[in-house]
T-cell receptor, first 117, second 116 residues
Framework: DAGVIQSPRHEVTEMGQEVTLRCKPISGHNSLFWYRQTMMRGLELLIYFNNNVPIDDSGMPEDRFSAKMPNASFSTLKIQPSEPRDSAVYFC???????????????FGDGTRLSIL | AQTVTQSQPEMSVQEAETVTLSCTYDTSENNYYLFWYKQPPSRQMILVIRQEAYKQQNATENRFSVNFQKAAKSFSLKISDSQLGDTAMYFCAFILTQGGSEKLVFGKGTKLTVNP
């Protein structure tokens, strides 16, 4: 089975540019999560969706960050304009939340290493 | 607030030996899951093992086992017969169940090096 697929794997761009990170969750999963990993702050949850609806975006650092999930098989995380301090590894994860609302393990993509110059 | 603490930033072990990584957490809830994730240099986040808080029996997955002490809010990971491929960052994580938060709260991680 295909896992969570993220693209691009690496992104290098100049500050001020718009950056779009993409994620395809595992088919059948109904929850999707965006994380940011840095040396200083570790792994931080930015936002998560349940059934394509954003549930909690309290981890989104600033208005420069936005995330969408137009359908069950695709999500984007956009940074506009980007800044050097946004440099990090961004992970997407998905899971299945069943009718009993039992949380199943989250499966992670390989991450996007973002470098803002 | 739910927090996860990993007090050992780095550890090392000789190949074939056993190592234990510590993790403590804080929550007022009674039903939750605990996880250990492994992140090798390839950067993937791989689920190693999980434990349901309502289960008293410690979870085991091949060479990986946990020592879950609910009253002490402790969730350590034991790796037996360490292999070179076990070299990675290990993250302890916590999530509520039964309609609780979807948020997976991670510790800062422990960097484990297995030496030949």
């Amino acid at each position: 089975d295909a896992g969570v697929i993220q693209s691009p794997r690496h992104e290098v761009t100049e500050m001020g540019q718009e950056v779009t990170l993409r994620c395809k969750p595992i088919s059948g999963h109904n929850s999707l999560f965006w994380y940011r990993q840095t040396m200083m702050r570790g792994l931080e949850l930015l936002i998560y969706f349940n059934n394509n609806v954003p549930i909690d975006d309290s981890g989104m650092p600033e208005d420069r960050f936005s995330a969408k999930m137009p359908n069950a098989s695709f999500s984007t995380l956009k940074i506009q304009p980007s800044e050097p301090r946004d440099s990090a590894v961004y992970f997407c994860a998905s899971s299945f939340r069943d009718r009993d609302l039992i949380n199943q393990p989250q499966h992670f993509g390989d991450g996007t290493r973002l470098s803002i110059l | 607030a739910q927090t996860v603490t990993q007090s050992q930033p780095e550890m090392s072990v000789q190949e074939a030996e056993t190592v234990t990584l510590s993790c403590t957490y804080d929550t007022s809830e009674n039903n939750y899951y605990l996880f250990w994730y492994k992140q090798p240099p390839s950067r993937q986040m791989i689920l190693v093992i999980r434990q349901e808080a309502y289960k008293q029996q410690n979870a085991t997955e091949n060479r990986f086992s946990v020592n879950f002490q609910k009253a002490a809010k402790s969730f350590s990971l034991k790796i037996s017969d360490s292999q070179l491929g076990d070299t990675a960052m290990y993250f302890c994580a916590f999530i509520l169940t039964q309609g609780g938060s979807e948020k997976l709260v991670f510790g800062k991680g422990t960097k484990l090096t297995v030496n030949p």
